[in-house]
């Protein structure tokens, strides 16, 4: 469990990096606009899963967790819109 939340972690670590030392070119070029969508599709995904997958017993109820998933399911929302924004508009 460990190795695998590691890997985790580091993509997304290393998308985030992407973002910050590539953005032009994540909308200014056909390969960019791919990956946007590639990044869109897995926070979409992300976000379907905190919804429909997780149970609500881990959250629900409960003032912390709850405030962290609307939080993040927000995060995940903007994160979804972003990407796919950028694939569609340009």
Do not use: P
């Not at 973002?19 to 791919?34: F, H, P, V, W, Y």
């Not at 967790?65 to 508009?89: D, G, R």
Request: aromatic share 24%; net charge positive; hydrophobic share 60%.
């Amino acid at each position: 469990m460990l190795v695998h939340t590691f890997f985790v972690a580091l993509t997304v670590f290393l998308m985030g990096l992407l973002c910050l030392t590539s953005s032009n070119e994540l909308i200014q070029t056909d390969l960019g606009r791919k990956i946007s969508l590639g990044l869109g599709l897995f926070w979409i995904t992300r976000f379907f899963i905190q919804f429909f997958v997780y149970s609500k017993d881990l959250w629900k109820g409960k003032l912390f967790e709850t405030t962290v998933h609307a939080m993040f399911s927000i995060l995940w929302a903007y994160f979804s819109f972003v990407f796919l924004f950028i694939f569609f508009k340009y």
